[in-house]
């Protein structure tokens, strides 16, 4: 089984905002694509994330900075992480540590609805089995960002990110090297993602 710790970490906090979720009054708005603007400067330039709601948060992963590591020489005791032929990405600095599998289709008990037929899985025994059974169905990401309620609005009321509507393919995207450039060209459409009472955001870092 690989590391055993950082997915017991993963998975609290997933099933923790699953929890948040799921005793939210009304929803908080919908998934959305963020493109960096030009602009931005920091951890976040030229990145694309995919953000969800999750009750009054919001929840994302940046779906272009692959790294130089694979899943095999990071768990080299687990012989089928070495059938994964793509890098881990660097899905944001919160619990960067940690493990993520995002698929399609429900992969059960440890798992994320993020929209559409798309699910993230921090459970031990999901992401083990998604390993072993389809390891080259899913994109794996280490960590991801966090939005306090309504963080999310201000940064792109402030300028801080073009928003339009998510695209599940981004996630598999066998190269994603030119994604922020090929992003930042398209038409802006703004999509809703606030609060139902007023809209907002900002990004969360620790």
């Given amino acids: 089984m690989i590391h055993r710790r950082l997915r017991a970490l993963a998975i609290t906090c997933l099933l923790a905002l699953g929890a948040a979720a799921a005793h939210a009054q ?3 708005g919908k998934a959305v694509l963020l493109v960096a603007s030009p602009a931005l400067q920091g951890l976040y330039a030229r990145t694309a ?6 009750g009054d948060r919001y929840l994302g992963f940046i779906v272009n900075r692959a790294t130089e590591l694979r899943l095999g020489a990071l768990f080299p005791d687990h012989p089928p992480s070495a059938k994964v032929h793509d890098p881990v990405y660097l899905g944001g600095p919160v619990m960067s540590d940690a493990l993520f599998a995002v698929v399609k289709g429900n992969p059960g ?3 994320l609805h993020l929209f559409g037929e798309l699910f993230v899985a921090a459970g031990t025994e999901a992401i083990d089995r998604i390993i072993e059974q389809t390891p080259n169905d899913a994109r794996y990401f280490a960590g991801f960002v966090g939005w306090e309620p309504g963080e ?4 792109i009321e402030a300028g ?3 928003v339009s ?5 981004l996630f598999f995207r066998p190269d994603t090297g030119n994604l922020w450039e090929e992003l930042v060209k398209r038409p802006r459409t703004q999509a809703a993602c606030a609060a139902p009472s007023r809209p907002s955001l900002s990004v969360v870092t620790a």
Avoid: F, H, M, Q
């Fill in 165 to 169: 509507e998510p695209d599940a393919t």
């Fill in 152 to 155: 999310l609005a201000r940064e």
């Fill in 49 to 54: 994330l995919v953000a969800v709601p999750v």
């Fill in 109 to 111: 008990a440890g798992s």
């Fill in 26 to 28: 009304a929803p908080s």
């Fill in 160 to 162: 801080y990110w073009i």
